[in-house]
């Protein structure tokens, strides 16, 4: 990883992540409803090059930048300035700009068009970042995206992860549910899959490519695992009796997955093409919600073994258990951070169900909301904002909450229960 | 005006002029891999067949088909036994014809956890009808979890409705 050369820049940026924008056709919308105490001033200019064209793209960063809650947006002195202008630094400085964007947007000979910028330390008055992108029209977006990752980047020492997708099922009537991904900013929602049944469960691949899931088409649960780009499925998990909760090894060729088709809900192996089905644990309780740990040698599980429903953890070949909750008597859903160091998960207490984090080395639970009906916490790939279903006036939406509880963000489709939310890994 | 810009140049310019040594993720026209292709698939479920009239007519026992279940708990209530003893019989007198029992769970809690609570619930069911004759081939037990509530308020009135074990014969699954 690059190391952030903007250190006093770094210094205060304390908080956190995320990964949203908002834009007129969205179909699932966004609402900050807090930032972080120390926000970075950064200008984004106007960027040169045919005004429609540059507006947009300016406009995605500007957006994924607001919304991340870790920027605070300076109007430029100057306008518009491109890559080869000559920036004048003091006057961005005497606004309060400790960083300044330049960039234009130019169309290719094949149609395709050229997004370049530059990134400028006002008080060093040096460049901190440069580079180009060259996309086709409908993907200009993702441009966007990425020079705003390029832009978080250098000014936070984390990657950005404005490029990223969610996956997330929608409730839209009675018999209609559609599991969706979207650009990380909720635009660009397309459907997966459609079905009269419910559909819970989805989790990606390592590599961003498939996702397996739990669908009822069958009026029974079944794990399929789907290629996103041809749409082929296959049945990774059809048992007698339920099949349910899959989770991918971090190699990406096997899932986890819960089975009752030898008694009682209890977790097994198998391979992504459905082969190779091998039992892991042998109790006689309720085993479910595996999660492999990012080196893969552990799976974390929720098990009633003890009474109530805590997480736990086993070898990811089988052998001894460890209790990893203890406090409170409903602790589900284990989810790994991607450093491997926290958890994320769903307890109880006060009559609701919240969003908490442990440090796995110190065991130290914070819970990070009030709400009442939380559910599916899923990590972004960078480790700084944790997206849940939650539940607002009878209706499901979703939730994105900075690993420190300071930056909220929720997402909500105008018409229709969201849930099941899934962040997906980094483009590759 | 149009201006006609020589992309390879300014990738040049843009290299030659990065004035920082850890520029890491400077980059020339690096494409953006095209990612829009999520291609949707749409699934059409099962379609049900006609069912012997003593299973779907109203005045028949048989047509009743869901057992319901106390907050927390997995037992059948006395209350349950003769419908679930009816059920029995009729499996054991109708051999060719197979049973699907769904468990259900109010909507508290998670969803995966609750599909597990679920299937205790179809398992209490399918065990009894086993013990009554029914043959261990003939009945599935699977669990719906919170996924299909047959009241969606959240009271405790229609909570008690949704934890539920329900009965469906070949034809209906």
């Known amino acids: ?428 | 005006m149009k201006k006609l810009i020589v992309p390879a140049l300014l990738a040049l310019l843009i290299a030659g002029c990065g004035s920082s040594p850890d520029t890491g993720a400077e980059q020339s026209g690096a494409p953006v891999e095209g990612r829009d292709g999520v291609k949707t698939v749409t699934t059409d479920g099962v379609s049900g067949v006609k069912l012997p009239p003593e299973l779907t007519d109203p005045k028949s026992i048989l047509s009743k088909r869901s057992v319901y279940f106390d907050y927390d708990k997995f037992e059948i209530k006395p209350e349950h036994k003769d419908l679930v003893a009816a059920h029995a019989k009729f499996l054991v007198n109708n051999r060719q014809f197979k049973m699907l029992i769904q468990g259900n769970t109010d909507e508290r809690g998670s969803r995966e956890y609750n599909i597990a609570l679920g299937q205790k619930r179809a398992d209490a069911v399918k065990k009894a009808l086993v013990l009554l004759g029914a043959r261990e081939d003939q009945v599935e037990s699977v669990s719906l979890g919170e996924e299909k509530p047959s009241c969606v308020d959240q009271s405790e009135a229609c909570w008690a409705k949704n934890r539920r074990g329900d009965m469906l014969y070949s034809g209906e699954f």
């Open chain 1, 1 to 428: 990883m690059t190391r952030p050369n903007f250190r006093r820049l770094r210094q205060i940026a304390l908080c956190c992540a995320a990964a949203f924008s908002l834009a007129a056709q969205a179909q699932l919308s966004i609402e900050v409803t807090g930032a972080g105490a120390n926000r970075i001033p950064v200008t984004i200019a106007d960027f040169g090059g045919e005004a429609g064209v540059s507006r947009a793209l300016t406009s995605v960063i500007r957006g994924d930048l607001e919304r991340s809650g870790m920027f605070k947006l300076v109007d430029q002195a100057q306008s518009p300035l491109t890559e080869a202008s000559t920036v004048d630094f003091g006057a961005a400085r005497s606004r309060g700009a400790d960083a300044v964007a330049v960039g234009s947007i130019g169309a290719m000979a094949d149609s395709r068009y050229e997004s370049r910028f530059r990134l400028f330390d006002t008080a060093k008055q040096s460049q901190l970042a440069g580079a180009a992108f060259v996309t086709g029209t409908p993907q200009l977006r993702a441009a966007g995206h990425r020079i705003a990752d390029v832009i978080y980047e250098k000014l936070t020492g984390e990657p950005g992860v404005f490029s990223t997708r969610i996956a997330y099922v929608v409730k839209a009537g009675v018999g209609r549910f559609e599991l969706q991904i979207a650009d990380a900013d909720g635009q660009n929602a397309q459907a997966a899959l459609i079905s009269k049944e419910p559909i819970i469960s989805p989790a990606w691949s390592p590599d961003g490519g498939r996702l397996a899931y739990v669908s009822f088409e069958n009026k029974k649960p079944v794990v399929y695992v789907h290629s996103l780009a041809t749409g082929k499925r296959i049945v990774a998990a059809n048992f007698k009796g339920s099949n349910s909760a899959p989770t991918w090894s971090p190699d990406g060729r096997k899932l986890a997955v819960v089975l009752t088709k030898d008694g009682g809900s209890q977790l097994f192996t198998v391979n992504a093409d459905g082969s190779g089905v091998q039992r892991l644990t042998s109790s006689g309780a309720i085993d479910t919600e595996p999660q492999f740990s990012r080196d893969g040698q552990h799976i974390y599980f929720t098990s009633d073994r003890g009474g109530s429903p805590q997480i736990y953890r086993i070898g990811a070949g089988g052998g001894e258990v460890q209790r990893v909750t203890f406090e409170g008597s409903y602790n589900v859903t284990p989810r790994l951070s991607p450093d491997g160091k926290s958890m994320a998960f769903i307890t109880r207490g006060n009559g609701g169900f919240r969003l908490a984090v442990m440090d796995l080395a110190s065991r130290q639970v914070q819970v990070l909301t009030d709400s009442y009906k939380d559910e599916s916490p899923s990590f972004a790939p960078n480790g700084r904002m944790i997206l849940i279903a939650t539940e607002i006036g009878g209706r499901g939406v979703l939730s994105a909450v900075s690993v420190d509880g300071r930056i909220k963000q929720r997402l909500s489709v105008a018409a229709g229960d969201v849930r099941e939310p899934a962040w997906g890994p980094y483009q590759k």
